[in-house]
């Protein structure tokens, strides 16, 4: 696995760090919330992400969870975002906040967030672990985000290519030859 990445984009150590420092920004935000918080991750991309995340949240919550499929197999470009299965639940009234693992284009979050507002939270906000600015729509509202990226595919820290490397604990970058675009 090690082999196949040609550069380390952002460490273990450096992630660690961050999400730490993300989930006091995040504390801050729902010191005031009586109505309870959901954090609904998108699959499959946000597991590792998340698990790190809440285990430095405080407060008392919910998770739900949302399957989204945008890269079908060995694609790295975003073929449009499909709902493969949605969140099973009530989230009316509550506090909601959305978790995935990397915002490119935006359509797989302005999905979700469409599917979410219609059932109604008391409040909506959105947080993930990487953004690449330079293709991010400027009107598409994230409230946190762990780190802007330059526009390369990267792997590791539960996102993948074809469903390896979810497991390699860096943000890396993959040897060209290994994927096609
Ligand atoms: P968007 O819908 O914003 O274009 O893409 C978001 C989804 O595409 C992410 O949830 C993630 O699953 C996938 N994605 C976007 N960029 C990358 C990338 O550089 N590497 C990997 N592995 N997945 C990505
Ligand atoms: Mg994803």
Known sequence: MEDDVCRVLISREQIARRVRELAAEI????TDSHRGLTIVAILSGSVIFLADLIRHLPMKMKIGLITVSSYPGQATKSRGAQILESL??????????????????????????DELRARQPASLRTCVFLRKPAKAPPDLQVD??????????????????????????????????????
């Open 27 to 30: 504390a801050g935000h729902y």
């Open 88 to 113: 099973r639940g009530e989230v009316r009234g509550q506090d909601v906040m959305v978790v995935d693992d990397i915002l490119d284009t935006g359509t797989t979050l302005r999905l979700v967030l």
């Open 144 to 181: 946190f985000i762990g780190f802007d990226i330059e526009d390369v595919f990267v792997i590791g820290y539960g996102l993948d290519y074809n469903d390896h490397y979810r497991n390699y604990p860096h943000i890396g970058v993959l040897r060209a030859e290994l994927y096609r675009d």
